[in-house]
């Protein structure tokens, strides 16, 4: 159940972001292909493995309804980044941003980090 609601607001967020990006101005200087599939890989490398260290529960429940692990992850992803999901994530955003050439997706891209560095400081 908490796969599914949230690979549906996962899918929900993805699709509002392309469309929003969509829509913006491109900038060539910014339209990079092969460096936005790199990051795009890579960031759903990071997430998608952090969830398979974690499992269904660490992902999805464990913050919320404070099931917590016996031992800290300390397995890939978890060995490069203390945050993989976070830094996956981003790294998505901004391979999005560049695949479409779009500088708006990029400062998007920024006020996401911000927010992911802000979180980080209350979590750890």
């Not at 960031?43 to 499992?55: D, E, F, Q």
């Not at 050439?101 to 891209?109: I, K, N, Q, S, Y």
Request: aromatic fraction near 14%; glycine fraction near 8%.
């Amino acid at each position: 159940m908490a796969f599914v609601d949230f690979s549906q607001k996962s899918l929900y967020e993805i699709l509002r972001y392309e469309r929003a990006l969509r829509h913006q101005p491109i900038n060539e200087s910014f339209h990079a292909p092969l460096l936005a599939y790199a990051l795009i890989a890579a960031g759903n490398l990071l997430v998608l493995s952090s969830t398979w260290a974690l499992g269904i529960t660490g992902t999805y429940l464990g913050d919320y309804f404070g099931i917590l692990m016996d031992e800290p992850v300390t397995s890939f992803p978890f060995n490069l980044t203390s945050a993989p999901m976070y830094h996956g994530s981003t790294m998505s955003f901004l391979g999005t941003a560049l695949l479409y050439g779009r500088p708006a997706g990029v400062m998007l891209t920024l006020e996401v980090l911000a927010v992911y560095t802000v979180a980080l400081r209350f979590e750890e």
